[in-house]
């Protein structure tokens, strides 16, 4: 994946996730979310932990060759054991806990993802980097992940305020070709929006037997999601 159609994406994407969130009322914060037990507030704070663990990776020694790429990062090991689950849960939420409102929330996140963004922009294109569970990973297919992410959970968020998914055609087109290659006409076939897709997908949105035959046929890379 080329890093810089990665990081393209995962700007546009970031920043439509920070202006949606800016307009809310402070009591949208405290919406449930499908992502149970985090509030709305909770969950933004998991989206700006998992993009803090960049400058880290950057600053570390680089690993010679990579070893996963980004499916095989949602592999179902230990990352989604009970405790590491845990342990997730407590860091979204101490980090929503920093701030007293949604607004200074949402302008730590728009920190944190420009402050990742603008690093990843200084670093070579095969760059390498090693993540917080060991993988060694191409910076871009690092970076794939952290587009997943934001656009997920936007998606995740949007459904729990009530709101249409903002999820943007350059972040959507990606997850779509990083979910079944570079040929997504079938995906077009389905009929679905790519947030509706991204749903039924990540199991946000139930398949009905019709549609898990329909979906088996792209040839859905499914991932293991905490």
């Known amino acids: 994946m080329d890093l810089t159609r990665v990081l393209d994406a995962f700007e546009t994407e970031a920043g439509a996730l920070g202006r949606e ?60 054991s009970t405790a590491t689950n845990a342990a997730r849960i407590e860091l979204g939420r101490d980090r929503a806990a ?44 690092f970076m794939l992940t952290r587009v997943f992410e934001v656009a997920v959970h936007g998606i995740d968020l949007a459904d729990a305020l009530g709101c249409e998914a903002w999820l943007t055609p350059s972040a959507g087109d990606l997850l779509l070709e990083f979910l079944t290659g570079p040929d997504t006409s079938g995906v077009t076939e389905l009929g679905w929006s790519p947030a509706r897709f991204l749903r039924k997908v990540t199991g946000r949105e139930p398949l009905e037997p019709e549609e898990t035959s329909r979906i088996a046929r792209l040839g859905v890379t499914w991932l293991a999601l905490g």
């Open 21 to 80: 969130l800016a307009r809310l009322p402070e009591a949208a914060w405290d919406h449930p979310t499908r992502c149970a037990p985090w509030s709305a507030r909770e969950l933004l704070g998991h989206v700006c932990v998992v993009l803090d663990w960049v400058p880290d990776m950057i600053e570390g020694q680089a690993p010679e060759v990579p070893e996963v790429a980004a499916t095989e990062y949602y592999r179902p090991d230990r990352r989604f």
């Open 98 to 141: 920093r701030h007293a409102s949604g607004v200074a929330l949402v302008a730590d996140f728009t920190r944190t993802w420009r402050n990742a963004e603008g690093l990843c922009r200084k670093e070579p294109e095969h760059r390498v980097v090693r993540t917080r569970h060991g993988d060694a990973m191409l910076l871009a297919d």
